[in-house]
């Protein structure tokens, strides 16, 4: 993933930020104003958690005000060098409100340098029935993990996703040391499966390793208490990725290097993809030895066709959702390319994805939707709409099928 911004190819005739999307489908404002948002997280009431890269803020939107909730402080210091470091992902406990917590993924200053994945724990309208402010201590923070290596400025992963079953999933990249995504005992190209249920109230950590590991990870029985903690490795730079919550297969965006981007399926832990002996389908590099058996992408695209692939899930209709897409779209998956702004549509046939067949109003037959360069996060809201970070333009917006029931857009303001 690079953070670079870019605003090239905009249409005139578009607001900054906006998307060209299918007919009957629009492209909305959520919220403006904000500095580099990368990820997001909802709260189950409806209230929306948003993170800046550099500023290192987690942002609180509610009741048609954007608030600060600042649980960085000052310990750890982010650290902001490089285009890929920073303030990268955050989630919320799936015991929310019983278990008023939320995660970040961030890079820290150190010395050493590293990657810090940690808890804070959040009081004040939890139930969002109130005026919905929340309010915590900084020095809640309880470190899961702090000893993972960030010796490079780029490829330190940075989702961090609860899935059906309950496990914390975070990606990590390989710290632009390719080989290390093949040593399980690394923590560098990697995507972690953590159980947090057991961890302490309040502050502290980082606990054993043993306190977090799920006894259904693929390498419990065997490598070191670090391989225990891992779901899937042989990734280079898994910046996002999204859990289907019907099957809870892992959907990877896993950013390439010279030639090819490539996006994975996961249906099962324990997988090796390959990188860096395989790029995409292609072979890439000789010297490092392979742990298992390389699995290949489920689709690939070359480098003129865009350069950092991003994941933006698999489309499921929310049970309650006043909108929502059309029927059709229901098991799709969806991801898009950081710089060229195209969108993808994939569709399943037995153990085959391939690009859906084009829709009316779709910029191209290849893609489903474009202008959506500068984008860092995609997330499925409650309402049935997609909603997505745009970095260059500051606002979240979200991709809505139009139908008489839909959800007007709510026009949200910064009243810093």
């Not at 929306?48 to 942002?59: K, P």
């Not at 608030?67 to 310990?75: A, F, R, W």
């Not at 975070?170 to 080989?179: F, I, K, Y």
């Not at 090819?260 to 389908?281: L, S």
């Amino acid at each position: 993933m690079a953070a670079t911004l870019l605003a090239a190819g905009l249409a005139p005739t578009r607001a900054l930020g906006q998307a060209v999307v299918p007919s009957g489908f629009a492209d909305q404002l959520g919220v403006g104003g904000l500095s580099r948002p990368v990820g997001m997280a909802f709260l189950p009431d409806g209230r929306l958690l948003v993170i800046e890269q550099q500023t290192a803020r987690v942002r609180l939107i509610v009741n048609g005000a954007i608030s600060i909730v600042d649980p960085m402080g000052t310990v750890p210091v982010v650290n902001t060098s490089g285009e890929e470091r920073g303030l990268l992902g955050i989630a919320v406990d799936p015991g929310w409100p019983t278990r008023p917590y939320f995660y970040t993924h961030s890079t820290d200053v150190g010395p050493p340098t590293r990657v810090r994945i940690s808890r804070f724990t959040v009081t004040g309208d939890l139930s969002g029935t109130g005026n919905g402010a929340l309010t915590f201590n900084p020095a809640s923070r309880f470190d899961l993990l702090t000893a993972i290596p960030d010796n490079a400025f780029n490829h330190n992963g940075g989702t961090l996703r609860f899935g059906p079953d309950g496990m914390l999933y975070a990606s990590l990249g390989e710290d632009a040391t390719p080989c290390a995504a093949q040593d399980t005992s690394s923590l560098r190209g990697v995507i972690l499966r953590l159980d947090v249920s057991r961890l302490p109230s309040g502050a502290g950590g980082p606990p054993s390793p043993a306190l977090i590991t799920p006894a259904g990870n693929p390498f419990v029985a065997v490598g070191s208490p670090r391989s225990k903690l891992i779901w899937l490795y042989g990734l280079r730079n898994p910046f996002r990725f999204h859990i289907d919550p019907a099957s809870s297969a892992l959907f990877i965006a896993d950013v390439g290097q010279d030639t090819w981007e490539e996006v994975d399926w996961a249906p099962q832990g324990g997988g090796n993809f390959g990188w860096p002996m395989f790029e995409g389908n292609a072979s890439y590099a000789g010297g490092c030895t392979a742990t298992g058996s390389p699995i290949a992408p489920i689709y690939a695209y070359d480098h003129g066709s865009g350069n950092a692939v991003m994941s933006a899930g698999v489309y499921r209709k929310p049970a309650g959702a006043l909108g929502g897409f059309p029927s059709e779209y229901e098991g799709d998956y969806f991801f898009s390319d950081y710089y060229s702004g195209d969108m993808w549509r994939l569709k399943r046939s037995g153990g085959t994805w391939s690009v859906a067949p084009a829709v009316p109003g779709q910029p191209s037959s290849a893609h489903w939707a474009g202008g959506l360069d500068s984008v860092s996060d995609y997330l499925l809201g409650p309402d049935g709409a997609l909603w997505y970070c745009n970095q260059s333009s500051g606002q979240i917006r979200r991709i809505v099928f139009l139908t008489p029931d839909t959800i007007p857009p709510a026009t949200i303001t910064d009243l810093r």
